[in-house]
């Protein structure tokens, strides 16, 4: 099992350097350094995302949505524990 995990790593360890070192994803008109890959840090984002992700769903659905997970998550934690 540990030999999968080192080649999967060694795999994605790869493919980030080669996807860093070919800039894909970033754009001409968007050079700001390592801190494009941070959509935050650009200036009107919204232009470039366009208007293809909107919602109608209050901002609390989201926090109940995020804390549930949450909750899940430490329970699956629990019964890994358990498991042991």
């Not at 949450?70 to 699956?76: S, V």
Request: glycine content about 8%; proline content about 2%.
């Amino acid at each position: 099992m540990q030999a999968i995990t080192a080649v999967v790593a060694a795999v994605v360890m790869i493919a980030c350097i080669w996807i860093m070192s070919k800039g894909m994803g970033l754009r001409e008109e968007l050079d700001f350094g390592a801190g494009a890959y941070y959509y935050a840090d650009i200036p009107d984002f919204e232009k470039y995302l366009g208007h293809s992700v909107a919602t109608n769903i209050p901002y609390i659905v989201y926090v109940l949505l995020f804390l549930a997970w949450g909750y899940l998550m430490w329970l699956l934690w629990k019964w890994i524990d358990r498991r042991r």
